[in-house]
């Protein structure tokens, strides 16, 4: 059973589409989070739900829209796709709020804006 | 900003050998961690370190953290082809709220 689990793993669209990317973990943690990968390798937050609830946004354009339906959910939807977010997108969860546990983190998806 | 930098950037040994990688932060933290990720995949936690913690093992991970001089190693011995992956170590600190700050990685390749 995959513990966080992103879909799709691959996605190649056009400039100006709109997307979403879902995100589902079955460890009855608390708190999921979304990073953004770029070329260098470099992890950024961008979002994170506490039980449904929004308590990290990082500074992220507001083309960029999370949804948490439960606590075991966290979408991503991304509206007018730029060039720029061409990028790995990670779901992550973690078993309480912060670091103080690790997180578990989901394979990924590849967004690529053509 | 980017709280943690990995030291070095690359490193390629051969199997057999150990392989050190290093991390240096910026801020007073709760705790260290320290994660893999193969190619194409995503992140997976080998261990953490509490700031009280000097020294932690896990198998033939070793991991230091001296919060004297803000820095934290992670050392593999008899490394295997299969270690072959991207380190990063990630930090939990208050003054950053309620999420880990992840350092650019270092890049391990072991020759087999």
């Known amino acids: 059973d995959t513990a966080v689990s992103q879909t799709p793993k691959y996605l190649v669209t056009q400039m100006g589409n709109d997307k979403s990317i879902k995100c589902e973990q079955n460890l009855g943690h608390d708190t999921m989070y979304w990073y953004k990968q770029d070329s260098k390798k470099f992890l950024k937050i961008m979002f994170s739900?506490?039980?449904?609830?929004?308590?990290i946004n990082e500074t992220v354009p507001n083309r960029f829209s999370p949804k948490s339906p439960d606590k075991a959910h966290l979408n991503l939807h991304i509206n007018s796709l730029e060039l720029g977010d061409s990028a790995v997108y990670f779901c992550?969860?973690?078993?309480?709020?912060?670091?103080?546990?690790?997180?578990?983190f989901g394979s990924g998806t590849r967004l690529t804006v053509v | 900003s980017q709280q943690g930098e990995e030291d070095p950037q690359a490193l390629s040994i051969q199997e057999g050998e150990n392989a050190t990688m290093n991390c240096s932060y910026k801020?007073?933290?709760?705790?260290l961690q320290w994660y893999r990720q193969n190619s194409g995949r995503g992140l997976v936690h080998l261990i953490l370190?509490?700031?009280?913690?000097r020294e932690k093992h896990s198998g033939r991970l070793r991991v230091t953290l001296d919060t004297s001089k803000k820095s934290s190693s992670l050392l593999i011995t008899a490394s295997r082809a299969a270690d072959t992956a991207s380190y990063f170590c990630a930090t939990d600190a208050t003054i950053y709220g309620n999420k880990l700050v992840f350092g650019a990685g270092t890049i391990l390749r072991v020759k087999s």
């Open positions: 370190i509490r700031s009280n913690e």
């Open positions: 992550a969860s973690s078993q309480v709020v912060g670091g103080d546990y690790g997180y578990t």
């Open positions: 801020t007073s933290i709760n705790n």
């Open positions: 739900y506490n039980n449904k609830e929004l308590i």
